[in-house]
Protein backbone atom coordinates (compact mmCIF):
# COMPACT_ATOMS: atom_id res chain seq x y z
CA UNK A 1 0.00 0.00 0.00
CA UNK A 2 1.38 3.66 -0.96
CA UNK A 3 2.28 5.70 2.14
CA UNK A 4 3.50 9.12 1.84
CA UNK A 5 6.93 10.71 2.52
CA UNK A 6 6.50 13.58 5.15
CA UNK A 7 9.56 16.33 6.11
CA UNK A 8 10.32 15.19 9.20
CA UNK A 9 11.48 17.48 12.13
CA UNK A 10 14.96 17.20 12.47
CA UNK A 11 15.53 18.95 15.71
CA UNK A 12 13.01 20.49 18.37
CA UNK A 13 13.01 24.09 17.24
CA UNK A 14 12.90 23.13 13.09
CA UNK A 15 9.85 24.79 11.14
CA UNK A 16 10.81 24.17 7.87
CA UNK A 17 13.58 22.55 5.61
CA UNK A 18 14.92 22.28 2.44
CA UNK A 19 14.85 19.54 -0.07
CA UNK A 20 18.55 19.84 -1.17
CA UNK A 21 18.65 16.26 -3.64
CA UNK A 22 16.81 13.41 -4.12
CA UNK A 23 19.15 10.46 -3.41
CA UNK A 24 16.20 8.01 -5.28
CA UNK A 25 14.61 9.30 -8.76
CA UNK A 26 10.69 8.34 -9.43
CA UNK A 27 10.36 4.85 -10.38
CA UNK A 28 13.55 3.47 -8.88
CA UNK A 29 13.50 0.83 -5.83
CA UNK A 30 13.96 1.55 -2.37
CA UNK A 31 14.27 -0.51 0.88
CA UNK A 32 13.09 1.03 4.11
CA UNK A 33 16.25 2.96 6.20
CA UNK A 34 17.86 3.71 2.51
CA UNK A 35 18.82 7.32 2.12
CA UNK A 36 15.86 8.94 0.06
CA UNK A 37 17.16 12.79 0.20
CA UNK A 38 18.93 15.23 1.62
CA UNK A 39 17.19 17.94 3.58
CA UNK A 40 19.21 20.93 4.87
CA UNK A 41 18.14 22.71 7.90
CA UNK A 42 19.26 25.49 9.83
CA UNK A 43 21.86 23.13 11.89
CA UNK A 44 23.37 20.64 9.14
CA UNK A 45 22.12 19.02 5.90
CA UNK A 46 21.40 15.56 6.78
CA UNK A 47 20.21 12.66 5.15
CA UNK A 48 16.67 11.40 5.60
CA UNK A 49 16.04 7.55 5.65
CA UNK A 50 13.06 6.00 3.53
CA UNK A 51 10.45 4.95 6.33
CA UNK A 52 9.35 2.44 3.47
CA UNK A 53 10.40 -0.46 0.84
CA UNK A 54 8.72 -0.66 -2.59
CA UNK A 55 9.08 2.28 -5.57
CA UNK A 56 9.22 6.14 -5.66
CA UNK A 57 5.92 6.59 -7.09
CA UNK A 58 6.42 9.93 -7.10
CA UNK A 59 8.36 13.02 -5.68
CA UNK A 60 6.23 16.02 -4.91
CA UNK A 61 8.52 18.72 -4.28
CA UNK A 62 11.52 19.79 -6.57
CA UNK A 63 15.06 19.42 -5.78
CA UNK A 64 15.95 22.80 -4.31
CA UNK A 65 12.96 23.77 -2.59
CA UNK A 66 11.92 24.86 1.06
CA UNK A 67 8.67 22.97 2.74
CA UNK A 68 7.23 23.35 5.83
CA UNK A 69 7.46 20.10 8.70
CA UNK A 70 4.70 17.40 8.11
CA UNK A 71 4.24 18.46 4.45
CA UNK A 72 4.09 15.65 2.11
CA UNK A 73 7.11 15.35 -0.14
CA UNK A 74 7.03 11.25 -2.04
CA UNK A 75 5.10 8.64 -2.34
CA UNK A 76 6.61 4.96 -2.03
CA UNK A 77 4.55 2.28 -3.62
CA UNK A 78 4.82 -1.14 -4.41
CA UNK A 79 5.71 -2.11 -7.53
CA UNK A 80 3.18 -1.95 -10.09
CA UNK A 81 0.32 -0.26 -7.85
CA UNK A 82 -1.68 1.86 -9.38
CA UNK A 83 -1.94 5.31 -6.68
CA UNK A 84 -5.16 7.53 -6.68
CA UNK A 85 -2.33 10.91 -5.48
CA UNK A 86 -5.77 12.98 -4.58
CA UNK A 87 -7.38 10.40 -2.79
CA UNK A 88 -3.89 9.11 -0.98
CA UNK A 89 -3.37 12.62 -0.26
CA UNK A 90 -7.01 13.66 1.06
CA UNK A 91 -6.76 17.03 3.17
CA UNK A 92 -2.91 16.84 3.04
CA UNK A 93 -2.67 19.67 0.27
CA UNK A 94 0.85 19.74 -1.51
CA UNK A 95 2.99 21.82 0.28
CA UNK A 96 3.63 25.30 -1.24
CA UNK A 97 6.98 25.19 -1.87
CA UNK A 98 9.17 28.00 -2.41
CA UNK A 99 13.04 27.90 -4.00
CA UNK A 100 15.80 27.77 -1.52
CA UNK A 101 16.88 30.83 -1.30
CA UNK A 102 20.37 32.04 0.37
CA UNK A 103 21.74 29.51 1.23
CA UNK A 104 24.99 30.12 -0.22
CA UNK A 105 27.18 31.85 2.84
CA UNK A 106 31.04 30.17 1.77
CA UNK A 107 33.05 33.40 1.58
CA UNK A 108 33.04 33.20 -2.43
CA UNK A 109 30.20 34.42 -3.75
CA UNK A 110 29.04 35.75 -6.59
CA UNK A 111 26.41 38.81 -7.89
CA UNK A 112 24.67 36.13 -9.54
CA UNK A 113 24.20 34.57 -6.59
CA UNK A 114 23.00 37.74 -4.89
CA UNK A 115 20.43 38.04 -7.23
CA UNK A 116 19.07 34.92 -7.06
CA UNK A 117 18.65 35.30 -4.14
CA UNK A 118 16.38 38.24 -4.94
CA UNK A 119 14.53 35.91 -6.75
CA UNK A 120 16.33 37.48 -10.20
CA UNK A 121 18.04 34.44 -12.00
CA UNK A 122 19.71 35.32 -14.54
CA UNK A 123 20.69 33.01 -17.74
CA UNK A 124 24.12 32.51 -17.67
CA UNK A 125 25.97 28.75 -17.31
CA UNK A 126 29.32 30.07 -15.98
CA UNK A 127 30.17 29.32 -12.74
CA UNK A 128 32.51 31.78 -12.40
CA UNK A 129 31.48 35.78 -12.75
CA UNK A 130 33.43 38.76 -11.88
CA UNK A 131 35.98 36.70 -10.06
CA UNK A 132 33.97 35.02 -8.22
CA UNK A 133 33.24 31.81 -8.34
CA UNK A 134 29.81 30.10 -8.17
CA UNK A 135 29.62 26.68 -5.84
CA UNK A 136 27.91 24.95 -3.62
CA UNK A 137 28.91 24.79 0.28
CA UNK A 138 29.49 20.85 0.02
CA UNK A 139 31.31 21.40 -3.08
CA UNK A 140 33.64 24.03 -1.87
CA UNK A 141 34.21 21.98 1.32
CA UNK A 142 35.36 18.52 -0.89
CA UNK A 143 37.35 20.92 -2.96
CA UNK A 144 39.38 22.49 0.23
CA UNK A 145 39.78 19.03 1.42
CA UNK A 146 41.44 17.91 -1.70
CA UNK A 147 43.00 20.88 -3.26
CA UNK A 148 40.52 20.97 -6.76
CA UNK A 149 40.45 23.77 -8.40
CA UNK A 150 37.17 24.98 -8.74
CA UNK A 151 37.76 27.98 -11.26
CA UNK A 152 38.64 24.98 -13.45
CA UNK A 153 35.86 23.24 -13.42
CA UNK A 154 32.56 23.43 -15.52
CA UNK A 155 28.89 23.35 -13.22
CA UNK A 156 26.34 21.09 -13.76
CA UNK A 157 23.97 22.77 -11.15
CA UNK A 158 21.43 25.67 -11.78
CA UNK A 159 23.02 28.58 -13.12
CA UNK A 160 26.19 26.69 -13.78
CA UNK A 161 26.86 26.61 -10.13
CA UNK A 162 29.47 23.77 -8.98
CA UNK A 163 27.74 21.07 -7.19
CA UNK A 164 29.43 17.91 -5.26
CA UNK A 165 29.35 15.83 -8.66
CA UNK A 166 31.28 18.00 -10.72
CA UNK A 167 33.92 17.64 -8.10
CA UNK A 168 33.99 14.22 -7.61
CA UNK A 169 34.32 14.29 -11.33
CA UNK A 170 37.40 16.25 -11.26
CA UNK A 171 39.09 14.30 -8.25
CA UNK A 172 38.65 10.77 -10.63
CA UNK A 173 40.01 12.60 -13.30
CA UNK A 174 43.15 13.72 -12.03
CA UNK A 175 42.52 17.48 -11.43
CA UNK A 176 42.76 17.16 -7.40
CA UNK A 177 46.72 18.24 -6.46
CA UNK A 178 48.71 17.46 -3.40
CA UNK A 179 48.10 19.51 -0.43
CA UNK A 180 50.62 21.07 2.31
CA UNK A 181 48.20 21.87 5.36
CA UNK A 182 50.25 20.48 8.32
CA UNK A 183 47.19 20.70 10.69
CA UNK A 184 46.57 18.15 13.53
CA UNK A 185 42.65 18.49 12.92
CA UNK A 186 41.44 14.57 11.68
CA UNK A 187 40.09 13.82 14.96
CA UNK A 188 39.12 17.20 16.11
CA UNK A 189 36.85 18.54 13.43
CA UNK A 190 38.66 21.82 12.67
CA UNK A 191 40.31 22.64 8.94
CA UNK A 192 41.23 26.04 7.54
CA UNK A 193 37.93 27.54 6.20
CA UNK A 194 37.99 28.36 2.82
CA UNK A 195 39.23 31.52 1.77
CA UNK A 196 37.38 35.42 0.62
CA UNK A 197 39.03 36.54 -2.37
CA UNK A 198 38.34 40.24 -2.13
CA UNK A 199 38.52 42.67 -4.42
CA UNK A 200 40.55 46.26 -3.57
CA UNK A 201 37.60 48.95 -3.25
CA UNK A 202 35.03 46.87 -4.13
CA UNK A 203 32.93 45.20 -0.90
CA UNK A 204 31.37 41.87 -0.93
CA UNK A 205 27.87 41.41 -0.09
CA UNK A 206 27.47 37.63 1.43
CA UNK A 207 23.52 36.22 2.20
CA UNK A 208 23.47 34.70 5.39
CA UNK A 209 23.16 30.97 5.68
CA UNK A 210 20.91 28.99 7.64
CA UNK A 211 23.28 27.94 9.83
CA UNK A 212 25.35 31.06 10.38
CA UNK A 213 21.76 32.77 10.76
CA UNK A 214 20.95 29.33 13.47
CA UNK A 215 24.27 30.27 15.00
CA UNK A 216 23.72 33.65 15.51
CA UNK A 217 20.53 33.43 16.72
CA UNK A 218 21.55 30.56 19.53
CA UNK A 219 24.50 32.13 20.71
CA UNK A 220 23.08 35.47 21.26
CA UNK A 221 20.19 33.92 23.31
CA UNK A 222 22.48 31.96 25.29
CA UNK A 223 25.00 34.80 26.01
CA UNK A 224 22.03 37.10 27.03
CA UNK A 225 20.08 34.53 29.01
CA UNK A 226 22.50 31.98 30.75
CA UNK A 227 24.61 33.64 33.22
CA UNK A 228 27.93 32.32 32.42
CA UNK A 229 31.35 31.80 34.28
CA UNK A 230 34.48 30.85 33.60
CA UNK A 231 37.67 28.64 35.01
CA UNK A 232 40.99 28.66 33.45
CA UNK A 233 43.44 25.80 34.22
CA UNK A 234 46.84 24.87 33.03
CA UNK A 235 47.44 21.23 32.45
CA UNK A 236 51.12 19.51 32.36
CA UNK A 237 50.09 17.03 29.27
CA UNK A 238 54.30 16.12 28.88
CA UNK A 239 52.99 12.37 29.57
CA UNK A 240 50.34 12.96 27.27
CA UNK A 241 52.09 14.20 24.17
CA UNK A 242 54.77 11.25 24.68
CA UNK A 243 52.24 8.28 25.18
CA UNK A 244 50.62 9.52 22.07
CA UNK A 245 53.91 10.05 20.20
CA UNK A 246 54.40 6.46 20.91
CA UNK A 247 50.62 5.37 19.71
CA UNK A 248 51.07 6.75 16.51
CA UNK A 249 54.67 5.21 15.48
CA UNK A 250 54.20 2.93 12.38
CA UNK A 251 50.04 3.94 12.34
CA UNK A 252 48.90 5.24 8.78
CA UNK A 253 47.89 8.82 8.86
CA UNK A 254 44.58 8.73 8.81
CA UNK A 255 44.59 6.38 12.31
CA UNK A 256 46.80 8.44 13.94
CA UNK A 257 45.26 9.01 17.79
CA UNK A 258 44.95 12.80 18.22
CA UNK A 259 45.41 15.15 21.14
CA UNK A 260 41.32 16.01 21.08
CA UNK A 261 41.12 12.13 20.81
CA UNK A 262 42.53 12.45 24.70
CA UNK A 263 40.50 15.10 25.47
CA UNK A 264 37.03 13.50 24.62
CA UNK A 265 37.96 10.58 26.66
CA UNK A 266 39.66 12.59 29.44
CA UNK A 267 36.22 14.47 29.93
CA UNK A 268 34.15 11.62 29.33
CA UNK A 269 35.59 10.07 32.29
CA UNK A 270 36.08 12.67 34.58
CA UNK A 271 31.46 13.72 33.82
CA UNK A 272 30.92 10.41 35.58
CA UNK A 273 31.76 12.04 38.94
CA UNK A 274 30.04 14.72 38.06
CA UNK A 275 26.21 14.25 37.19
CA UNK A 276 25.59 18.69 37.38
CA UNK A 277 28.08 19.11 34.88
CA UNK A 278 26.67 16.43 32.67
CA UNK A 279 23.23 18.09 32.79
CA UNK A 280 21.02 20.22 30.70
CA UNK A 281 18.01 22.80 32.23
CA UNK A 282 13.96 22.73 31.50
CA UNK A 283 11.89 25.77 32.96
CA UNK A 284 10.51 23.43 35.63
CA UNK A 285 13.94 21.17 36.10
CA UNK A 286 17.48 20.55 36.10
CA UNK A 287 18.18 16.87 34.46
CA UNK A 288 21.12 15.26 34.95
CA UNK A 289 21.61 12.87 32.05
CA UNK A 290 22.38 9.04 32.59
CA UNK A 291 24.49 9.00 28.97
CA UNK A 292 27.88 10.73 28.71
CA UNK A 293 27.19 12.27 24.61
CA UNK A 294 29.96 14.17 24.08
CA UNK A 295 29.88 17.08 21.27
CA UNK A 296 32.59 17.83 19.45
CA UNK A 297 32.70 21.45 17.47
CA UNK A 298 33.53 21.19 13.49
CA UNK A 299 34.49 23.73 11.52
CA UNK A 300 32.80 24.33 7.90
CA UNK A 301 33.02 27.15 5.55
CA UNK A 302 29.68 28.72 6.38
CA UNK A 303 30.13 27.98 10.48
CA UNK A 304 30.30 25.58 13.47
CA UNK A 305 28.52 22.74 13.50
CA UNK A 306 28.60 19.73 16.57
CA UNK A 307 28.45 16.55 16.22
CA UNK A 308 28.32 13.96 18.98
CA UNK A 309 29.76 10.85 20.12
CA UNK A 310 27.30 9.06 22.12
CA UNK A 311 28.26 7.23 25.56
CA UNK A 312 31.45 8.35 24.89
CA UNK A 313 32.75 7.28 28.41
CA UNK A 314 31.90 3.40 27.13
CA UNK A 315 34.39 3.84 24.20
CA UNK A 316 38.04 3.24 24.08
CA UNK A 317 40.84 6.21 22.23
CA UNK A 318 40.76 4.87 18.72
CA UNK A 319 36.85 4.03 18.66
CA UNK A 320 36.82 7.88 19.69
CA UNK A 321 39.10 9.22 17.13
CA UNK A 322 37.81 6.87 14.40
CA UNK A 323 33.77 8.15 15.39
CA UNK A 324 34.40 11.77 15.20
CA UNK A 325 36.67 11.59 11.93
CA UNK A 326 33.56 10.10 10.48
CA UNK A 327 31.31 12.04 11.87
CA UNK A 328 33.47 15.29 10.84
CA UNK A 329 33.93 13.83 7.16
CA UNK A 330 30.40 13.48 7.11
CA UNK A 331 29.64 17.47 8.14
CA UNK A 332 31.80 18.30 5.74
CA UNK A 333 30.24 16.09 3.09
CA UNK A 334 26.68 17.53 3.75
CA UNK A 335 25.51 13.63 4.52
CA UNK A 336 24.73 13.31 8.61
CA UNK A 337 21.75 12.04 10.08
CA UNK A 338 19.83 13.78 12.62
CA UNK A 339 21.26 11.50 15.23
CA UNK A 340 24.44 12.26 14.19
CA UNK A 341 23.92 15.89 15.60
CA UNK A 342 21.60 15.21 18.36
CA UNK A 343 21.48 14.41 22.06
CA UNK A 344 24.79 16.03 23.41
CA UNK A 345 25.32 16.72 26.82
CA UNK A 346 28.72 18.27 27.10
CA UNK A 347 30.59 20.15 24.32
CA UNK A 348 34.51 20.76 23.93
CA UNK A 349 35.64 23.56 21.42
CA UNK A 350 39.09 22.92 20.23
CA UNK A 351 40.95 25.63 18.97
CA UNK A 352 44.79 24.75 19.95
CA UNK A 353 45.26 23.34 15.83
CA UNK A 354 45.56 26.67 15.53
CA UNK A 355 47.97 27.81 17.76
CA UNK A 356 45.60 29.45 19.93
CA UNK A 357 46.60 29.92 23.69
CA UNK A 358 43.31 29.74 25.63
CA UNK A 359 39.79 31.27 24.90
CA UNK A 360 36.03 31.12 26.45
CA UNK A 361 33.42 29.27 24.54
CA UNK A 362 29.56 30.17 25.05
CA UNK A 363 27.43 27.78 26.61
CA UNK A 364 25.26 25.10 23.80
CA UNK A 365 21.94 25.55 26.00
CA UNK A 366 20.14 24.12 27.09
CA UNK A 367 23.45 22.38 28.72
CA UNK A 368 25.28 23.17 31.93
CA UNK A 369 28.74 23.79 30.41
CA UNK A 370 31.03 23.92 27.28
CA UNK A 371 35.06 23.27 27.14
CA UNK A 372 37.45 25.47 25.66
CA UNK A 373 40.61 24.04 24.69
CA UNK A 374 43.54 25.70 23.58
CA UNK A 375 47.20 24.36 21.62
CA UNK A 376 49.91 22.55 23.83
CA UNK A 377 52.55 24.05 23.61
CA UNK A 378 56.41 23.67 25.32
CA UNK A 379 57.21 26.88 27.65
CA UNK A 380 59.13 27.44 30.10
CA UNK A 381 58.39 26.19 33.69
CA UNK A 382 59.01 25.64 36.87
CA UNK A 383 59.48 22.53 39.05
CA UNK A 384 61.44 22.34 42.13
CA UNK A 385 63.07 25.36 41.93
CA UNK A 386 64.38 24.62 38.28
CA UNK A 387 63.33 26.46 35.11
CA UNK A 388 63.16 23.69 32.71
CA UNK A 389 60.79 23.29 29.16
CA UNK A 390 57.66 21.39 29.84
CA UNK A 391 54.43 20.99 27.73
CA UNK A 392 51.55 22.88 28.87
CA UNK A 393 48.01 22.84 27.47
CA UNK A 394 44.95 25.58 28.74
CA UNK A 395 41.26 24.83 28.71
CA UNK A 396 38.47 26.95 30.03
CA UNK A 397 35.00 25.61 31.48
CA UNK A 398 32.18 28.18 30.72
CA UNK A 399 29.42 26.74 32.71
CA UNK A 400 25.57 27.80 33.65
CA UNK A 401 25.72 29.48 37.17
CA UNK A 402 21.76 28.46 37.29
CA UNK A 403 22.91 24.40 37.02
CA UNK A 404 26.33 24.39 38.64
CA UNK A 405 28.43 26.81 40.85
CA UNK A 406 32.20 27.61 40.90
CA UNK A 407 33.83 25.56 43.52
CA UNK A 408 32.16 22.25 41.72
CA UNK A 409 33.09 22.94 38.19
CA UNK A 410 36.69 23.74 40.18
CA UNK A 411 36.46 20.24 40.99
CA UNK A 412 35.63 19.47 37.74
CA UNK A 413 38.65 20.88 36.25
CA UNK A 414 40.83 19.25 39.10
CA UNK A 415 39.61 16.10 38.59
CA UNK A 416 40.45 16.58 34.75
CA UNK A 417 43.78 16.86 35.45
CA UNK A 418 44.26 12.78 36.70
CA UNK A 419 43.12 11.88 33.11
CA UNK A 420 45.31 14.77 31.31
CA UNK A 421 48.42 14.64 33.41
CA UNK A 422 47.92 10.87 33.91
CA UNK A 423 47.27 9.74 30.73
CA UNK A 424 47.64 5.84 31.43
CA UNK A 425 44.47 6.24 33.30
CA UNK A 426 42.63 6.35 29.86
CA UNK A 427 43.98 2.82 28.26
Do not use: C
Not at 319 to 339: C, F, P, V, Y
Request: charged fraction near 20%; glycine fraction near 8%; proline fraction near 4%.
Amino acid sequence: MAEIVEMPKLGFDMAEGTLVKWNKAEGEKIEKGEMLADIETDKATLQVESSASGIVYKHLVEANTTVPISSPIAIIAAEGEDVDLDKLLGGKAQPAAKTAVAQESAPSTSSTDVAASKGLTGSSSTPEENGFIKASPVAKAMAADKAVNLAALDGSGPGGRIVKRDVEAAIQSGQSSPTGQAADTQASGMRAPTQAQIIPGQDTRIPISRLRGAIGKRMQESNQNIPHFYITRSYDVGSLMQMRKQMNEGRDKGNKVSVNDFVVRAVALALQQFPNINASLTEQEIIQHGNINVGVAVALDNGLLTVVVKNTDQKSLDQIGWETSQLSQRARDGKLRNEDIEASTFTISNLGMYGVEEFSAIVNPPEAAILAVGSAQEVPVVENGMLKTGWRMKATLSADHRITDGAEAARFMQHLALYLEQPWRLI
